[in-house]
């Protein structure tokens, strides 16, 4: 289900509690937990199954591109009621499937074996990051502590891109015919051979 229609219909459950309350606000969340005894002893866990383009790239909205205002989304993590066992670490390009088990881990249960992602507070993260939206896919490929490359292609048109999001965070600077041959066909099989159907969306 999409985001909007996940937050609409948040609001209308509050809007029906409080019906002189016409606008959202994230500590009435708080208090409706809190009333019904949910804030005992509870980690809280805040995030969104994407970002949202607001002009950048000439886009707007989301679901139409894998630019990095569309993957980035919010995590927030609130333990409430007890110590959290760990901080996260600082990684810096991790997935929405390290959610899961970083949740798990908080909690102390193992992950099971079959999930691919790690928790945020482990100390090393998946090597590469996959990402799919419609015709767009690609990855992260982040393998190497100087360079950060992010490979996506346009599968209806077969245009591909490469991005250095180590020193370009915001993808303006597309390198693709500026790095060597061998990294870009790297890029491209990796592209190719990827888990598929946007399995690791950060
Ligand atoms: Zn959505």
Known sequence: MCCWRRY????????????????????????????????????????????????????????NSVREEALNVPLILIPVGYAASANTSDRTFPAQVDIAPTVLGELGVPAPATWKGRALNSETGLPLMYFEEHAFAGLIDHRDATHAWKYWIDRNSGVDHVFDLSVDPHETLDVRGAIPATLLAQLRDLSRTGPSAGLAVR
């Open 8 to 63: 609409s219909a948040l609001f209308s459950l509050f809007s029906s509690k409080f019906p002189n309350d016409f606008s959202f606000r994230p500590f009435t969340l708080q208090e409706v937990l809190r009333r019904k005894g949910y804030l005992q002893n509870t980690l809280a866990v805040i995030t969104a199954d994407h970002g949202e383009s607001l002009g950048e790239h000439g886009l707007y909205t989301h679901a």
